[in-house]
């Protein structure tokens, strides 16, 4: 079962396709998974004027099965059935 919810985000100004984009939203959610976290859903990116706000969706499970790890696979992948 999901337990808490949260999501890593990370605001960039410029060029998006630099290294420091894909770094600093990389680092938050690694360091949740370190923290127990597991990715959930598909990253969304928003633009606002000429920044971009990237957010991963992240959830903590309990451990009593209530959402299983192949749900979540389904989930973050779009592959369903």
Do not use: C
Request: proline letters at 2%; a negative charge.
């Amino acid at each position: 079962m999901i337990t808490e919810y949260k999501v890593a985000a990370a605001v960039y100004i410029g060029n998006v396709e630099s290294a420091v984009y894909q770094v600093e939203l990389e680092n938050k959610v690694n360091a949740l998974i370190e923290d127990g976290w597991q990715p959930f859903g598909s990253l969304q990116i928003v633009e606002r004027g000429t920044s971009l706000i990237a957010l991963q969706p992240m959830v903590r499970l309990d451990g009593s099965g209530g959402v299983s790890k192949s749900i979540l696979r389904q989930v973050e992948t779009g592959i369903h059935g």
